[in-house]
């Protein structure tokens, strides 16, 4: 039980988010303090569970590591499990930092790929915000930074909503990489916002509603309040925010410019239809001018945090459920407030947090659109990410671990035999 390091793998199965291990007729061992021969042999088995690649903290050491000694700092310092007498226990501690950082030293170098338009695009590190830190790494954008020069401009992306993503890159990798960002771009889709204004549910493979492909524009003003939100929460920070339109063929312009009234009015510096999907890098042309403005009207000395670091963890999780999500306060599990005391007897109670929350709305509840109120988070464990450098609450009922939904989409995949081609993967 004091084993806190968990496998991982990249493969959807609920069965492995809760298993027993060790449980082979060759895994025994001498109970400590017995004589062999004497004391019979124990089954060393234990609980433990699986979560997916993109949540393990070695993915998260790989987006906040500056370089390789960094690398190997970080990877030495985590924590797998706590001793009898309740002393963290590291990677080092085992004699396997050293190792783990040869394993990695090539995963530290990002990938680097090109748009259809053969602009240079780094990828580096896993997604996921919901779950993990959701971030492309800081190697990746320092080096880009350099390519680019002092007069470029470098966009990186911070996964799902600006809630989560955005929330983690400026509380944790600009705290971990010094770097101050000038402007949040918050992408938004006439789609979405009619969700979030009452809209009907949307299914993978199902057609869309009639609400969806026909001009609707009081829902989409009902939903804008969703990202209005998601713009105060951008300028808590003190940058400046740019909206970008997402265009697809179904939305009509009067719903756009619903969308571009409701931003302004929200206090963002531009709001701008794109329509790359359709134009490529043309049909983003406004977009990035409009990014460039923003960027030189930001000053630097702006830039702030939302916490201070030496706040009990318990307060740095209200701070980011009040401001952020928009909660009337946190409930926190008995589970929770042990790891809590114990983290900071610990001396880790100086760490960021990184909450692990759905991403499909401000609350823990998937379904609760729009801008929910009257709702509080719950915490049912903190895991600590000592080596990447923060805590990490898990809320509502988010699994670290995704499960296959009731009807998989492999029954919808096959293929023709006689010419090869495969059937119903899209």
């Not at 987006?63 to 924590?79: F, I, Q, S, T």
């Not at 990186?156 to 983690?168: H, L, N, P, V, Y």
């Not at 808590?236 to 719903?255: H, L, P, R, S, W």
Request: negative net charge.
């Amino acid at each position: 039980s004091t084993i806190t390091w968990q496998r991982v793998l990249d493969t959807c199965d609920r069965h492995l988010r809760e298993v027993t291990i060790g449980k082979g007729r060759n895994e025994t061992i001498q109970p400590r303090g017995t004589v062999k021969g004497e004391t019979p042999r124990t089954q060393h088995a234990r609980e433990t569970g699986f979560d997916i690649t993109v949540a393990s903290e070695i993915m998260a050491v790989l987006a906040l590591a500056k370089d390789l000694p960094d690398l190997r700092e970080k990877l030495g310092n985590m924590v797998v499990g706590y001793s009898n007498a309740g002393e963290p226990i590291t990677a080092d501690d085992l004699g396997c930092g050293g190792a783990l950082t040869v394993l990695m030293k090539d995963a530290l170098l990002p990938t680097l790929m090109q748009t259809v338009e053969r602009t240079p695009v780094l990828v580096h590190a896993g997604p996921f915000a919901n779950i993990a830190i959701g971030n492309s790494s800081i190697v990746a954008d320092r080096l880009a930074l350099k390519l680019v020069g002092e007069d470029g401009y470098v966009v990186t992306e911070a996964g799902f909503g600006a809630d989560i993503g955005m929330e983690k890159f400026f509380n944790i990798k600009c705290r971990e990489s010094g770097l101050k960002p000038k402007c949040a771009v918050i992408v938004a889709t006439v789609r979405a916002l009619k969700m979030h204004g009452g809209g009907p549910p949307v299914s993978a493979g199902k057609p869309l509603a009639s609400e969806y492909t026909e001009e609707n524009i009081p829902l989409v003003e009902a939903g804008c309040g969703n990202l209005v939100k998601h713009i105060q929460n951008a300028k808590k920070f003190g940058v400046e925010v740019v909206v970008a339109i997402n265009q697809f063929k179904f939305d009509t312009a009067a719903e756009m410019e619903a969308v571009r009234t409701a931003s302004l009015a929200a206090g963002a510096f531009d709001a701008v239809v794109s329509n790359h999907w359709a134009e490529g890098g043309k049909g983003a042309e406004a977009l990035g001018r409009a990014v460039v403005a923003a960027c030189e009207a930001s000053k630097a000395e702006n830039f702030r945090y939302l916490y201070d670091l030496e706040l009990p963890i318990r307060e740095k999780v209200e701070a980011i459920s009040k401001e952020i999500y928009g909660a009337d306060g946190v409930d926190f599990s008995e589970l929770a407030e042990q790891q809590m005391a114990q983290y900071e007897s610990s001396g880790f109670g100086n760490l960021p947090i990184c909450i692990a929350k759905t991403q499909y709305s401000f609350s823990c509840d998937a379904k609760a659109k729009g801008v929910p109120t009257g709702f509080r988070i719950f915490v049912r464990e903190i895991r600590s990410c000592v080596g990447a450098g923060f805590l990490y609450p898990i809320c509502g009922d988010i699994m670290t671990i995704p499960g296959l939904p009731t009807r998989p989409g492999f029954y919808d995949v096959d293929i023709d035999v006689e010419t090869g081609q495969v059937i119903g993967l899209f």
